[in-house]
């Protein structure tokens, strides 16, 4: 029986490079500081690109490496915080952009763990038996909900796209996919929508909504723990659902928030910390553009060969986390 492969990859980031000291003139931080808190030396911004855009751009780079053409695609996923509006969805924008009229179109709002989100639905889909070619997407231009006179945010994070796409094969391809959502820590990681207005509402209402902070907020130390946690449990417990071992692993894709995370993670796990991939130093936090972005350059470096298995990991607002065992 054939399995669902991920048969190309492609990113995009806008050009822009801002590093570590660019940010210390609009607030008050340092290199040293950032570089060893969370191994962030530069980020990508954009100057004008909206998240389709970058989405577009990152799906035109996969069709190019699945060696498809976009009437191909049936499906079309993107993952997203930061969609350009709230309808249509980004998806329908991409689809616009690249000329994939064939293809079913939506959003889905899982945070960093997005692209993960996105190959358990788009795999379920096509299991059903009605989708061939799925392009699963993480997109985001964080820059825009970002409060960019708090230090303790605006320094983690850039913007990026990443795409996968998904089809038929003779591989194992994708083995498992886990994923998980515990919302009693919600409020550690933020970004509120369009605060209420309508002429019916309470005064009370309309002070707290006058008040309210429409960019992204997080309680870091909260957000450190839980990640540390839940890398480490979500590779143990696909692991044992798959019958694998980690040395089986020849790498983890871990979502690129920060080098300690990782690091304490490998720690518990046991683990050399060589087998998680990483390039949050070149990109930052992209959220759930992060895992496609540095599977698609390890594709494009040639560090994936046929029959290595890999595991996505990735956490994040929700809170949200999952894992998907790969086979590539
Ligand atoms: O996709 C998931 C998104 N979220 C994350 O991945 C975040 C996970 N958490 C983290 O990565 C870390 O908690 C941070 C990097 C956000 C913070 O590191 P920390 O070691 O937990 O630092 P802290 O929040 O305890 O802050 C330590 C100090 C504070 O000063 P005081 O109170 O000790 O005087 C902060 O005000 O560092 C200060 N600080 C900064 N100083 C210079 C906070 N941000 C900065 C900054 N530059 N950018």
Redesign the pocket.
């Known amino acids: 029986m054939e399995a669902i492969e991920i048969i190309g990859t492609g990113s995009y980031v806008p050009p822009l490079v801002v590093n570590n000291r660019d940010?210390s003139k609009i607030?008050?931080?340092?290199d040293e500081?950032?570089s060893s808190?969370?191994g962030i030396k530069k980020r990508r911004i954009s100057e004008g690109e909206n998240t389709s855009d970058l989405g577009a751009k990152a799906a035109i780079n996969a069709l190019k490496n699945a060696n498809i053409e976009a009437l191909d695609l049936d499906l079309i996923i993107v993952s997203t915080i930061s969609p350009d509006q709230f309808m249509p969805s980004t998806a329908c924008l991409i689809q616009d952009k690249i000329g994939a009229k064939n293809a079913v179109c939506f959003d889905i709002s899982a945070?960093?763990s997005g692209f993960v989100y996105g190959i358990e639905i788009a795999t379920n889909l096509m299991n059903g038996g009605k989708y061939q070619k799925a392009l699963v997407i993480g997109a985001e231009v964080l820059s825009k909900i970002l409060d960019w006179k708090d230090?303790?945010?605006?320094?983690?994070f850039g913007d990026g796209a990443g795409a996968a796409i998904l089809s038929f094969g003779p591989g194992k391809g994708i083995l498992h996919t886990k994923l998980g959502s515990d919302s009693e820590k919600w409020e550690s990681?933020t970004c509120k929508s369009m605060a209420l207005e309508n002429p019916y509402l309470k005064e009370d209402v309309i002070k707290k909504e006058k008040n309210s902070n429409l960019k992204i907020a997080?309680n870091?130390?909260d957000?450190?723990k839980f990640?540390v946690n839940i890398i480490k449990l979500c590779i143990q417990e696909i692991l044992e659902e798959t019958g694998y071992n980690i040395e089986d692993i020849k790498y983890v894709v871990p979502?690129q928030?920060?080098l300690?995370?990782i690091e304490f993670a490998a720690k518990k796990l046991g683990v050399d910390v060589e087998k998680f991939y990483m390039n949050l130093s070149e990109y930052g936090?992209t959220?759930g553009a992060?895992v496609p972005i540095a599977l698609d350059e390890m594709n494009r470096k040639g560090l994936l060969k046929k029959g290595d298995k890999i595991i996505l990991v990735a956490?994040?607002?929700g809170l949200t986390y999952g894992c998907s065992l790969i086979e590539w």
């Open positions: 940010l607030v008050d931080t340092s500081w950032i808190r969370t945070a960093c230090r303790s945010t605006c320094v983690l990681l997080m870091g130390k957000i450190f990640a979502h928030a920060n300690r995370i936090n959220s992060s956490f994040g607002g």
